[in-house]
């Protein structure tokens, strides 16, 4: 066995000093918008001073070291922090120029413009019809059931599910598999036609084939949709998004485009983390 | 073989060792467990059994009109006040003549039951073209008879010592010779309420009792206990002062001796409310209180075991707090919060003390018709014939044991069948 020596380069992460985004976190005409944002869970801050843009009908990446705030960050901009008691969000947060936190703001309807592909695959203990059309009925969507199985089905085409399940409306969708479960979590999201969909590492419980199916499928979702993905494989990043956001223990370091983060990043730390320096 | 793996080696057999051990203590702590548990069932049955069965006696009753005391155009009411019962003890005169002393006639008219006359009236009653005539019928016999059919007296004692004197066995052993005694089952047990006479006691009043106790029981904290797991599972303000006093406090009522709660029911319900005392209103009054921190607990577990994943998916998509609730959290509880109600509710069933606080042990023979009337429940019904002194009391007893005992099963199996229903998987 070979002594294991101490990385010197590995430490020097913490040497390095964070002032504010480098890149382009900015863009015209935004989706959605974040100014000024601190998350804190109790007294424990959790997201530094994030600014970040997210311009209509592109893919975000959004990488970094586990526990560096991906997820948090991504979950302020469809309000589900408000579940948790002890978190709390400051800053501006705007859709389409809306105020998001603002009093008007009812984080229901938020949810249904913003919504959400969680890391585990959770569909309900409901049959997979039910499991697409829940959001639908829950918002009114339909009105009749041939309405309603209109949109089931064009979701779980839009999914890329319809020809696999077709046959199987009516069976549990926790009867599938796992990349099978997960495309249905992400026709579920599309069934209330959403305008953003956050997705929060949607692979990692998933196989390189599956992966690859819900990759194609974020390539034409983004058609009509804008994608927020938190994502811990930098291939995946680099696959499907157009700009890389890179986070580290809480602050935004870097936004730019994919390539240039993947082939010349601007900030030492971006690049300790793409070639595999630390993470 | 290298070093570290003799090592683990000679371990191994060390833990196995140990694991045979730890299983045999298992196997014994289950077999005690199981040798009470069939002692117990074994007295029970073994005494409760015969109670299942009684003695019933053939009589040839003349229903001579003059003896009854009435006429050919009698009314109804006439016939139903008629003195049927000496109808019957002429039958036995006849049956055993030349019997003399105060004693003895009262004896051999104690071979019957008087529910006979009862009967009698009620055969006349719906067909009165039996007036007249002289026919043949089964009563049931006084609960002397009954024990000594069952073998519960032993005629070789001297007759001081016997509760059935040299005389009576000669009648009893003539009305046998004839074929006049005959055990039968006993659906007195099951169609009449309490009475003071053994043959005529029956478990029905107590049985509807204890079914509409626990009909209020289940109405009022079923609801009441899933809606306060809900509400502190899901709604209340967390590391709030206020709140965690009222779990701790939740928690400890859980353990309060149940009498306390007949103390309260006593001064709370009835002396402030006014509930009518001993009726399956003011009871299961009483016993929600009891069964409500036990639905609470376990409704809360139940609560807290749903998956986080499902309730975050339900909010993604929109749902609000009260949505994600009754769609997903209570469906998805519902069969630990449903398993958690019926053992309150069977807790309930079997309790006994605080339902003497409140007057629910007095001597009811009618059959409970509402939530207002008078009643008895099954575990004071067991109380109160234990604690009477006829023999014949104490089969019923185990007996009523019985029965109770088949409700708790039936509880635990509706327990089990709901549990299949609503258990999904995800
Ligand atoms: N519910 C929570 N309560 C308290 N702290 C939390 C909670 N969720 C996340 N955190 C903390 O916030 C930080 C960021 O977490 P997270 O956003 O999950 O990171 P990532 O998704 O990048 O791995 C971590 O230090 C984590 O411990
Ligand atoms: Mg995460």
């Known amino acids: 066995m070979t002594e294991l020596k101490p990385d010197i380069e590995k430490r020097s992460e913490f040497d390095i000093e964070i002032n504010g985004t480098v890149g382009k976190p900015f863009v015209d005409n935004p989706k959605m918008s974040s100014r000024n944002c601190d998350v804190f869970y109790g007294d424990k801050q959790a997201i530094f001073d994030v600014n970040l843009d997210i311009a209509n009908n592109e893919i975000i990446a959004m990488i970094g070291p586990s526990g560096c705030g991906k997820s948090t960050y991504l979950r302020v901009l469809n309000r589900m922090n408000d579940t948790i008691p002890i ?27 913003v919504g959400m592909v969680f890391q585990k695959p959770n569909p309900f203990p409901k049959s997979i019809y039910d499991n697409v059309a ?27 599910l319809f020809k696999e399940v077709k046959d199987d409306l009516n069976k549990p969708g926790t009867g599938l598999s796992g990349g099978q479960q997960q495309r249905l979590c992400i026709a579920r999201a599309i069934a209330v036609d959403p305008e953003v969909i956050l997705m929060d590492e949607p692979t990692s419980a998933l196989d390189p084939i599956a992966t690859a199916l819900i990759e194609e499928l974020m390539d034409e979702l983004k058609e009509n949709y804008t994608i927020a993905i938190v994502t811990h494989s930098m291939q995946q990043a680099a ?32 690049e300790n983390y793409i070639t595999g320096r630390f993470g | 073989m290298s070093k570290t793996t003799k090592k683990i080696e000679a371990n191994l057999k060390k833990r196995y060792a140990k694991e045979k051990r730890f299983r045999a203590y298992g196997v014994v702590s289950l077999l005690i467990s199981f040798a009470f548990l069939a002692v117990l069932l074994v007295t029970i049955f073994s005494k409760g059994l015969p109670a299942f069965q009684q003695t019933y006696i053939k009589l040839d009753i003349e229903l001579n009109e003059k003896i009854l005391g009435i006429n050919k155009d009698s009314d109804e009411d006439a016939l139903f006040s008629a003195s049927y019962s000496k109808v019957v003890k002429n039958s036995l005169k006849e ?38 005539t002289t026919q043949s019928y089964w009563f049931l016999a006084k609960d002397d008879v009954d024990v000594f059919m069952k073998g519960n007296i032993d005629r070789t004692l001297p007759e001081s010592d016997r509760r059935i004197k040299d005389y009576q066995l000669a009648w009893i052993d003539k009305l046998m010779d004839e074929g006049r005694l005959e055990k039968r089952f006993n659906t007195v047990l099951f169609t009449e309420g309490d009475s003071r006479e053994p043959e005529q006691a029956g478990m029905r009043g107590a049985i509807v009792g204890s079914l509409l106790t ?94 986080p994943s499902i309730k975050e998916a339900a909010i993604g998509l929109g749902a609000s707090r009260m949505q994600v609730l009754f769609q997903h959290t209570l469906p998805l509880a519902m069969p630990g919060i449903l398993t958690g109600t019926i053992i309150g509710m069977a807790q ?79």
Not at chain 1, 95 to 102: K, P, R, V
Not at chain 1, 248 to 263: A, I, P, R, S
Not at chain 2, 247 to 274: D, K, M, Q, R, W
């Open chain 2, 95 to 132: 049956m055993f003549p030349g019997i003399k002393g105060r004693k003895q006639k009262r004896a051999l008219k104690n071979l019957v039951s008087k529910s006979a006359a009862y009967d009698l009236r009620d055969k006349v009653l719906e067909k009165p073209t039996l007036l007249g």
């Open chain 1, 239 to 270: 696959r499907v998004s157009q700009r890389t956001a890179y986070f580290h223990l809480g602050k935004l370091v870097e936004v730019n485009e994919t390539d240039k983060v993947f082939t010349n990043p601007e900030h030492q730390l971006t």
């Open chain 2, 348 to 426: 309930a069933l079997g309790e006994t003390a605080p339902l003497l606080m409140i007057g629910m042990v007095a001597f009811v023979s009618d059959i409970p018709t509402g939530i207002f009337d008078p009643s008895t429940v099954m575990p004071v019904q067991i109380y109160l014939w234990s604690d009477s002194p006829e023999r014949a009391f104490t089969e019923r007893t185990s007996a009523a044991i019985m029965i109770l005992l088949g409700f708790l099963v039936l509880m635990n199996v509706i327990a089990i069948v709901l549990r299949k229903k609503f258990e999904k998987k995800w």
């Open chain 2, 214 to 307: 626990m009909l209020v029981t289940i109405l009022l904290s079923f609801p009441i206990g899933v809606a306060t797991a809900a509400y502190l599972e899901e709604f209340a303000p967390q590391n709030n002062r206020w709140v965690d006093l009222i779990e701790i406090n939740i928690n400890n009522l859980a353990a309060v001796p149940s009498i306390v709660f007949g103390l309260l029911g006593l001064a709370v319900y009835i002396n402030i409310f006014g509930v009518p005392r001993s009726t399956p209103l003011l009871g299961g009054l009483v016993l929600t209180l009891m069964t409500l921190p036990t639905i609470i607990i376990a409704s809360r577990a139940a609560i807290k075991s749903v998956p």
């Open chain 1, 87 to 113: 978190c709390k969000v400051t800053g501006e947060h705007t859709l389409d120029g809306e105020d998001i936190y603002g009093k008007k703001q009812d984080p229901v309807l938020l949810r249904a413009r």
């Open chain 1, 134 to 160: 829940y959001g639908a009925r829950l918002h009114g969507l339909a009105s009749n059931r041939s309405e309603l199985d209109d949109v089931v089905e064009s979701s779980l085409i839009k999914a890329g």
